[in-house]
């Protein structure tokens, strides 16, 4: 998996800045306050910058990049606005603005005084993530011979960063749960970036059960078993794909003999729409319709690495939506595990056909304190609320308003939408209990609504509509355009606010 950068903390020593030949940092908390000991002819040039419209435009977490310094071996000056009194937020977001322009060198960074320094360091390992696995590395020869060639197969020099802070000690020892987060938003991102050539279903459940080395326990269930277990409306998904249909169950129990918290996330490694196609102009993003899976695996991951005091059950439904002559059809019913009868209106609403069966099985098994389950659910959640928020359903006030505080908490964007009875008339079927969509309108809360009728009476349960926050078109404050890993931060949070023990 891509490796979040390199961070060191060490003594502020401001006399090793001239010398530095990778790229220098400085966190100013003022515009007037340069650091000491800084060659005369680089302050100068850095306030000339500072001073300039640019620099007098700059926000808390933003900066400004100086080529080349005059004074300094760098390769590049960055100064970045932080005053002492910025938010979390602001402090990611200054990390962040160094990440964006890592390199592949070595980056020193003047934190100072700076006391939200371990939140610039998140913010940069989080933007400075690069998923390159399927780039090729072609060496630039040089003058000399064609014996100095750089070898082609090489991995390229991997960037590193070093913190000049006042305690680098204790920030240091306080690193490891901000690395273990880092961790898994990358875990998710990658998951949501390879291709479905390569993420196939058994791939991904491969990674998964490989995550036994962390410390979690892994269960895989095949085919067979899900046949077994009653869930024919899962499988129905999978039936035109080559990859067979599997569920991944993850457990953590750090928490003692409590009831645990249940994530459950879909894992459509692609979504063609089987046989009601989607149309081909962008269907190639369709590899992102696993998010909710990586969400999930990227939040057990985490937990694993912090060693977290609670009990988290992580459980994903992973299959292939495609057309074949085996795949399900338009008019077809199927049986869920609960027993439920439902009447396939649209191949392409097969996300909640996944969730109903896993969503089941996961309260019958583990009978958790609160189900959570996360998708790349409808393209009507993008239409409501565009690619800042994720749309969050629940049938629990208190629920609801965890997942909110934490997303808040952590800057990732989420907005609670309504659930009803008046909604259930759409998605009434003639033939069958209910159908999979009810059309064009309300269609996220027809969605919502249509899970909900798989959540046992007085289990509290949030669904959260990841659509348009799992791979938006553009870059955002923390990641490069691609996957944002959108959701690890927040569920992590929440377990650490509502679960965890004391």
Same mark, same amino acid.
């Given at each position: 998996?891509?490796?979040?950068?390199?961070?060191?903390?060490?003594?502020?020593?401001?006399?090793?800045?001239?010398? @530095?030949?990778?790229?220098?940092?400085?966190?100013?908390?003022?515009?007037?306050?340069?650091?000491?000991?800084?060659?005369?002819?680089?302050?100068?040039?850095? !306030?000339?910058?500072?001073?300039?419209?640019?620099?007098?435009?700059?926000?808390?977490?933003?900066?400004?990049?100086?080529?080349?310094?005059?004074?300094?071996?760098?390769?590049?000056?960055?100064?970045?606005? &932080?005053?002492?009194?910025?938010?979390?937020?602001?402090?990611?977001?200054?990390?962040?603005?160094?990440?964006?322009? &890592?390199?592949?060198? @070595?980056?020193?960074? &003047?934190?100072?005084?700076? +006391?939200?320094?371990?939140?610039?360091?998140?913010?940069?390992?989080?933007?400075?993530?690069?998923?390159?696995?399927?780039?090729? %590395?072609?060496?630039?020869?040089?003058?000399?011979?064609?014996?100095?060639?750089?070898?082609?197969?090489?991995?390229?020099?991997?960037?590193?960063?070093?913190?000049?802070?006042?305690?680098?000690?204790?920030?240091?020892?306080?690193?490891?749960?901000?690395?273990?987060?880092?961790?898994? *938003?990358?875990?998710?991102?990658?998951?949501?970036?390879?291709?479905?050539? *390569?993420?196939?279903?058994?791939?991904?459940?491969?990674?998964?059960?490989?995550?036994?080395?962390?410390g979690l326990t892994v269960e895989v269930l095949d085919e067979d078993q899900l046949a077994e277990l009653g869930m024919r409306?899962?499988?129905?998904?999978?039936?035109?794909?080559?990859?067979?249909?599997?569920v991944v169950v993850m457990r953590w129990k750090g928490g003692g003999d409590e009831q645990p918290l249940a994530?459950?996330?879909?894992?459509?490694?692609?979504?063609?729409?089987?046989?009601?196609? +989607?149309?081909? #102009?962008? !269907?190639?993003?369709?590899?992102?319709? !696993?998010?909710?899976?990586?969400?999930?695996?990227?939040? !057990?991951?985490?937990?694993?690495?912090?060693?977290?005091?609670?009990?988290?059950?992580?459980?994903?439904?992973?299959?292939?939506?495609?057309?074949?002559?085996? #795949?399900?059809?338009?008019?077809?019913?199927? +049986?869920?595990?609960?027993?439920?009868?439902?009447?396939?209106?649209?191949?392409?609403?097969?996300?909640?056909? *996944?969730?109903?069966?896993?969503?089941?099985?996961?309260?019958?098994?583990?009978?958790?304190?609160?189900?959570?389950?996360?998708?790349?659910?409808?393209?009507?959640?993008?239409?409501?609320?565009?690619?800042?928020?994720?749309?969050?359903?629940?049938?629990?006030?208190?629920?609801?308003?965890?997942?909110?505080?934490?997303?808040?908490?952590?800057?990732?964007?989420?907005?609670? &939408?309504?659930?009803?009875?008046?909604?259930?008339?759409?998605?009434?079927?003639?033939?069958?209990?209910?159908?999979?969509?009810?059309?064009?309108?309300?269609?996220?809360?027809?969605?919502?609504?249509?899970?909900?009728?798989?959540? %046992?009476?007085?289990?509290?349960?949030?669904?959260?509509?990841?659509?348009?926050?799992?791979?938006?078109?553009?870059?955002?404050?923390?990641?490069?355009?691609?996957?944002?890993?959108?959701?690890?931060?927040?569920?992590?949070?929440?377990?650490?606010?509502?679960?965890?023990?004391?």
């Amino acid at each position: 998996m891509t490796q979040p950068v390199e961070i060191n903390f060490t003594e502020i020593a401001p006399e090793k800045l001239a010398d @530095h030949q990778g790229r220098v940092a400085l966190i100013l908390t003022a515009p007037d306050k340069l650091p000491g000991r800084l060659p005369r002819a680089t302050r100068e040039a850095a !306030m000339r910058a500072l001073t300039s419209k640019a620099g007098q435009a700059l926000k808390p977490g933003q900066a400004l990049e100086l080529a080349f310094p005059a004074g300094m071996a760098a390769e590049a000056l960055v100064l970045v606005m &932080l005053p002492l009194a910025s938010t979390v937020a602001e402090a990611r977001r200054a990390g962040a603005a160094i990440g964006a322009r &890592l390199g592949r060198g @070595h980056t020193l960074v &003047l934190a100072g005084v700076q +006391k939200l320094a371990g939140e610039v360091a998140l913010g940069l390992a989080l933007r400075g993530y690069d998923f390159d696995a399927y780039k090729t %590395k072609i060496g630039d020869k040089t003058d000399g011979d064609a014996d100095a060639a750089a070898d082609p197969d090489a991995p390229a020099e991997r960037p590193r960063v070093t913190f000049m802070v006042r305690d680098p000690e204790a920030l240091a020892k306080s690193a490891g749960d901000a690395a273990a987060l880092a961790e898994g *938003v990358f875990f998710t991102r990658d998951l949501v970036n390879e291709p479905a050539n *390569v993420l196939t279903t058994s791939d991904f459940a491969d990674r998964l059960q490989a995550m036994e080395e962390i410390g979690l326990t892994v269960e895989v269930l095949d085919e067979d078993q899900l046949a077994e277990l009653g869930m024919r409306a899962l499988l129905a998904v999978g039936m035109g794909s080559e990859t067979p249909s599997k569920v991944v169950v993850m457990r953590w129990k750090g928490g003692g003999d409590e009831q645990p918290l249940a994530l459950v996330g879909k894992g459509v490694v692609f979504d063609s729409g089987g046989i009601s196609i +989607k149309p081909g #102009a962008g !269907m190639e993003e369709m590899t992102m319709d !696993m998010g909710g899976a990586g969400v999930v695996a990227g939040v !057990m991951r985490t937990l694993a690495l912090r060693r977290a005091k609670a009990n988290v059950v992580g459980l994903v439904g992973l299959v292939e939506n495609m057309p074949d002559g085996r #795949a399900q059809r338009p008019g077809d019913i199927v +049986k869920s595990m609960k027993g439920d009868t439902i009447e396939v209106i649209n191949t392409d609403a097969e996300g909640r056909l *996944v969730l109903a069966d896993v969503l089941w099985y996961a309260q019958e098994r583990f009978k958790p304190r609160a189900i959570i389950d996360l998708a790349t659910l409808t393209g009507a959640v993008i239409i409501a609320l565009g690619h800042d928020n994720a749309g969050v359903f629940a049938n629990d006030d208190a629920l609801a308003d965890g997942i909110l505080a934490a997303a808040k908490a952590e800057g990732e964007g989420a907005w609670r &939408l309504p659930l009803g009875p008046s909604y259930d008339s759409l998605i009434k079927s003639r033939l069958a209990d209910m159908k999979n969509t009810g059309g064009r309108a309300a269609g996220s809360i027809t969605a919502a609504q249509f899970i909900q009728r798989f959540i %046992k009476e007085g289990q509290p349960w949030a669904h959260i509509d990841i659509a348009g926050v799992t791979l938006p078109p553009s870059a955002t404050d923390l990641a490069p355009k691609g996957a944002t890993g959108w959701g690890v931060m927040t569920l992590d949070r929440l377990v650490r606010d509502r679960f965890e023990g004391k």
